[in-house]
């Protein structure tokens, strides 16, 4: 079985949760587009669900579905959020921001009552780093967030490489903010938490691809089938 299929199936499973009414937060990336596509589907079989778009990628491929769409200035919540990640560690924190639309991506996980990951058995690590971790940057002074970030890294003990992302022409990555983003190659992040803590303070630092205590379940997909953990603690604590 391919990885595509992979995700597909993990998406196919996450599906299963959805109920009529609900109002959803709709991923970015590779397996969240399955998902989105298989809702399309129910959707145009009679399910009656309404959905926020984490990227204008997303909002594109969800009106190509037919999936109806809202804002977050128009309801006050989401039921859930089901959306991909570039990393999943066992307490379910995890890294996200490959596609660049980290920022979008945890405001609305953050909006969201459950929030549901959805990936191939291959994103499952057991410590989070060895994917770069994408940070959300102001294009202004940027010389100041970078020696900023790197005093952050030295704090909580990990250090690594950054560069500003580049788009496939060539030129600077800009976000649908308007914003770019430094890759940092870190390895190994013993402490997610305290790195996200650290980061969120800096001046010039939109967001950065921690998303810590968001996720409520992981759906992996594997050769040997499908699993689903749960995170250990409610949301929340």
């Known amino acids: ?49 309404i959905g926020v778009p984490t990227s204008e990628a997303t909002r594109a491929d969800a009106e190509r579905c037919g ?28 890294i996200k921001g490959g596609g660049g639309a980290l920022l979008r991506e945890k405001i609305v996980a953050a909006a969201s009552d459950r929030m549901i990951v959805i990936a191939d058995d291959t994103k499952w690590v057991p410590t989070l780093g060895r994917f770069p971790l994408p940070i959300e940057v102001i294009p202004f002074g940027l ?30 990555f800009v976000t649908d903010g308007g914003h770019w983003i430094l890759d940092a190659q870190l390895g190994r992040i013993a402490d997610p938490a305290g790195l996200a803590k650290a980061l969120s303070v800096i001046p010039g630092v939109v967001e950065h691809g921690l ?24 949301k929340g604590d």
């Open 211 to 234: 998303f810590i205590g968001l996720a409520s379940s992981a759906v992996l997909a594997g050769g040997e089938g499908i699993r689903v953990i749960e995170r250990r603690k409610p």
């Open 1 to 49: 079985m391919d990885m595509d299929q992979l995700k597909r199936q993990a998406a196919a499973r996450a599906l299963e949760e959805v109920r009529d009414g609900m109002q959803l937060g709709l991923g970015t990336g590779s397996t969240a587009k399955h998902f989105v596509e298989l809702l399309g589907a129910r959707v145009a079989a009679g399910l009656n669900v």
């Open 143 to 172: 010389g100041a967030t970078r020696r900023a970030i790197e005093k952050a890294f030295a704090q909580c003990g990990v250090s690594g490489q950054m560069a500003v992302r580049r788009a496939k022409d060539g030129h600077v």
């Open 67 to 94: 999936v109806p769409l809202t804002t977050l200035d128009e309801i006050d919540h989401l039921d859930i959020t089901v959306d991909g990640a570039d990393e999943i560690d066992p307490d379910l924190n995890l």
